[in-house]
Structures are given as structure tokens and as C-alpha cells.
């Protein structure tokens, strides 16, 4: 079966769009606070030979990365399972469930973000980065892997580091905005660039005005670099 990862579209309908077998998810978060999000994994049946990037059409502005490896039915519902125990912060629950789905399906690169982001949560990046690499592994540059992977950098005051992967998974991926709000954040907080943090925080605000608080700090560095 071939996995396909709606990783980003405005059109808050796009799984309309989409033929679904089954839905899987992986809990993108988009900043250092807040309740993450699923963004949807979908598997049918397919003849490709490898992970691929495909821009949506029809002028809805966003990409699908397709995968090619297998989950059976029981994996995907425990990786279900385990998204819901994710949602409910029930993270040991969810990393035993999910440490099962990967012995199952090694070759899917969600079970692996997922996990990660609930080591994160408990205090244990190390093992969310050892996740996260083997995630990128599977699908180098993946935008949410590289998303986490940049937080955890900054966290561990691996500055210069976590710009690079976000700079790089933006180069591949534009269109995946969180990576341009925590960009945002490294750049204005971390690295005194504030330019960048404009920048960047202006390309979010565009995509997602229904954030306020982007819209606050835009206003903040705005002031600051006399571009009122």
C-alpha cells in the first residue's frame, strides 16, 4: 500500500479531494505552546517505487508527499489509537502503542514523528531525536520531521543548527508554514536576526491571519526596525 501525507493546503475541506482507504495522522505542532494538530496520512493501493511530491492543482495552494511502505490493518489502528492517546496526553500509553507499530512497519515515517513528539513531551529528546533522524531517513527533508527536529535543536541551544534545517525544509517545502513561524522564532528570539524574524513571521501571517499573536510580534519588529 502506498501512504500519502496531505501535509498542507488552505482548502480546510482538501480530504475531499483525496480517494481514502484510511486515514492515519501526524501531530505537526507549529509552535513551542499550544495543542498540536493531525495532519492526514492517507494509504491506497499504488505502483510507485519510492517516496514523491506532488503540488496540489486546481489553484489550491499546498503539496501531498506520497510513501511507499505497507501497515496492516491492525497497525493502522493502533497507530489510531494511538494518535487519540496523543490528543488526550497520554504519552506512555502512546509510545508503547507506537514502538509496536514501528516493529510492524518500519518503513513509515509517521509512527516515527508521532513518537518523537510524545518523547518530547515527557522530557526525553533524545530519544525523540533518535525518531525524528530515522524519520528523515525515510523521507529526507520531510517537512513535519524537519519541523520537530528544528525545535528540538533550539531547545538544546543548537541555534546555527536548527536554522539550517528549517532553512533547508523550507527551500523544498514553502508552502509548509509552520516551518517559517518557528523560523520566526529562532531568527527573533535565539539569533538577534530580525529581519529574518520579519520575514518569516510575515510569510505565516499571510497564509494563517486568524494568528493573532504573529500578528503582534510582526507589529513589535516592525517598530523596532523603523519600518512603520
Avoid at 505552546?33 to 514523491?52: L, R
Avoid at 522530557?123 to 524537519?146: D, F, I, M, R, Y
Avoid at 520575514?199 to 507589529?219: F, G, T
Avoid at 519588529?221 to 523603523?226: D, F, H, I, P, Q
Wanted: proline share 6%; hydrophobic share 40%; with cysteine.
Amino acid at each position: 500500500m502506498q501512504t500519502r501525507m496531505l501535509l498542507w493546503s488552505k482548502m480546510p475541506t482538501y480530504l475531499r479531494f483525496a480517494v481514502l482507504a484510511v486515514v492515519l495522522s501526524v501531530l505537526a505542532g507549529c509552535a513551542t505552546e499550544g495543542k498540536v494538530k493531525p495532519a492526514p496520512v492517507v494509504q491506497e493501493p499504488s505502483v510507485a517505487k519510492g517516496p514523491s511530491v506532488a503540488r496540489l492543482e486546481d489553484g489550491r495552494e499546498g503539496f501531498i508527499i506520497t510513501e511507499v511502505p505497507r501497515m496492516d490493518g491492525k497497525s493502522r489502528r493502533d497507530f489510531e489509537r494511538a494518535v487519540a492517546m496523543l490528543n488526550d496526553q497520554d504519552y506512555g500509553q502512546a509510545i508503547d502503542l507506537l514502538e509496536k507499530v514501528i516493529q510492524q512497519s518500519p518503513g513509515v515515517t509517521a509512527p516515527y514523528i508521532n513518537i518523537a513528539i510524545a518523547y518530547a513531551h515527557i522530557g526525553k529528546p533524545e530519544q525523540a531525536e533518535v525518531h525524528l533522524k530515522t524519520a528523515l531517513s525515510l523521507v529526507p527533508q520531510h517537512p513535519v520531521a524537519c519541523n520537530e527536529y528544528g525545535l528540538l535543536c533550539r531547545k538544546s541551544g543548537r541555534f546555527a543548527e536548527a536554522r539550517t534545517v528549517y532553512e533547508s525544509a523550507i527551500a523544498n517545502f514553502p508552502d509548509y508554514y509552520p516551518l517559517h513561524r518557528n523560523l520566526g522564532i529562532l531568527c527573533d528570539l535565539y539569533l538577534n536576526d530580525l529581519a529574518c524574524a520579519l520575514e518569516h513571521y510575515e510569510i505565516y501571517s499571510e497564509a494563517r491571519p486568524e494568528d493573532k499573536q504573529v500578528k503582534l510580534w510582526i507589529a513589535d519588529l516592525r517598530a523596532r526596525l523603523g519600518r512603520n
